[in-house]
């Protein structure tokens, strides 16, 4: 007897302990992906959950899949945050990587060993095969994969769950479809298992391929955000060599001004030398650019972004007191200040007041960004773009709810009597895993 339940045990001990190398690879796989709550218990609960779904019995015609499906969905969003499209998108892709394999397990692997009479060592070898999955495909893509979770905007997020949706709807279709009760002609279910050899491959690469992807396009933004940033600090490098070549000119020319305001001087032409001074003062030259903030990035952003409203006729009118190092990432810090500006500028473009209000300080260990802005007609600027390409704009104000959300902050927007107030407030910490 006590042979017997030593044996229990030991055999339950290696049912869990296998268990939780499929969940830990898993899990390292998919923390790559998504951004997880913090806390011990979340990533617990995270890797029990990933090595039980690694072991569920699944069959072509067998509802289990569906019983998985709606426990482990709600379970994976709760344990996860940031972009709720995004971390739908992950979990089906995650999903359909899962399931495929434990199909293949149950329902081919599983007969051929019954079929031969080793319906004993199957139970124990498919034990070990699914870890070995897991672990083999971990060790072959760690080196690809990415410090921190990819940070997409919302369009490419929509983009990746309707990507997803093909092989998630092809596994639904040929486990569900199936499912015993509803058909019982051999010659169905005969279809059935061929199908399966075919479309769960098929679902398991379109999930390994969708994955790759969601690096990739993470890779684009990132290119795509620097080269904005490079453009700004271009821009605001341009001007102030602009400006210095002003100053070169005015010096060089300044004797031949000083000679000119003293002949009219003696001349006795006050009124003229007066108006001489005055234009000598609205030089560019003399006017100089004020630096608006320590922050290069930040200031880079903010000087472009004055320098174009003027241009248009706008009234910029920005106080930013931010420090020299932020533990914000450039991209981020550039992405919140200049959609911001740029869709404050589109909507003072059509009002009759035409100041665009910035205040913007970090202190206290929070990072707050408001900004304010007058707009023509009843509705509100937030509900829609008035440029042209539709298409290509009126994400700005979304892509800045996903740095607040991603990053554990808030974002408000206030629309009443002709003004617009966006506030933004980010707790300035390192960023979360």
């Known amino acids: 007897m006590l042979h017997r339940t030593a044996n229990y045990l030991l055999t339950n001990w290696d049912w869990i302990l296998l268990t939780f190398f499929s969940g830990f690879f898993l899990y390292r796989l998919l923390a790559a992906f998504l951004p997880l709550r913090p806390g011990r218990g979340w990533r617990a609960a995270l890797v029990i959950l990933l090595g039980i779904s690694a072991k569920m019995i699944i069959r072509l015609g067998d509802p289990n899949l569906l019983y998985t499906l709606v426990v482990f969905l709600p379970l994976l969003l709760a344990t996860s945050q940031g972009d709720r499209v995004g971390r739908l998108a992950v979990a089906i892709s995650f999903f359909c990587l899962i399931m495929p394999v434990n199909a293949a397990l149950d329902t081919y692997y599983a007969p051929i060993m019954s079929y031969h009479g080793l319906g004993s060592v199957y139970v124990y070898t498919s034990e070990f095969i699914r870890p070995a999955v897991w672990g083999l495909l971990y060790l072959a893509v760690r080196k690809r994969l990415p410090q921190s979770p990819p940070r997409l905007s919302p369009r490419l997020w929509r983009l990746v769950l ?224 008035t440029k042209a390409d539709k298409a290509s704009h009126g994400f700005g104000l979304a892509g800045m709810r996903e740095i607040a959300d991603r990053l554990g902050g808030s974002l408000e927007v206030r629309a009443a009597a002709g003004r617009f107030q966006l506030v933004v407030c980010l707790p300035l910490n390192p960023s979360p895993e």
């Open 162 to 385: 309707l990507l997803a949706a093909m092989p998630f709807s092809s596994l639904l279709a040929v486990v569900l479809l199936t499912v015993e009760g509803r058909v019982s002609s051999s010659a169905i279910h005969s279809l059935t298992m061929n199908l399966g050899v075919v479309v769960l491959p098929f679902v398991f690469l379109s999930a390994l391929a969708l994955l790759y992807a969601i690096l990739v396009l993470e890779d684009h933004t990132r290119l795509e955000q620097a080269d904005k940033l490079a453009s700004l600090r271009e821009s605001y490098y341009q001007g102030l060599r602009r400006e210095e070549r002003q100053v070169r000119t005015l010096r060089h020319d300044l004797r031949n001004h000083l000679t000119a305001l003293r002949g009219l001087v003696e001349l006795g032409e006050n009124a003229k030398a007066l108006q001489y001074i005055d234009h000598l003062a609205d030089s560019p030259a003399l006017q100089g650019r004020r630096r608006l903030c320590e922050n290069d990035a930040a200031n880079a952003v903010l000087s472009a972004k004055a320098e174009s409203m003027g241009q248009t006729g706008l009234e910029p009118d920005f106080s930013a007191s931010l420090p020299k190092e932020l533990p914000l990432a450039d991209t981020d810090l550039c992405a919140l200040l200049g959609n911001a500006l740029d869709n404050a500028a589109e909507a003072a473009e059509q009002a009759e007041d035409k100041a665009v209000i910035l205040r913007c300080r970090a202190e206290k260990g929070m990072f707050m960004l408001r900004v304010e802005n007058a707009y023509a007609g009843e509705r509100s600027p937030v509900l829609s773009t």
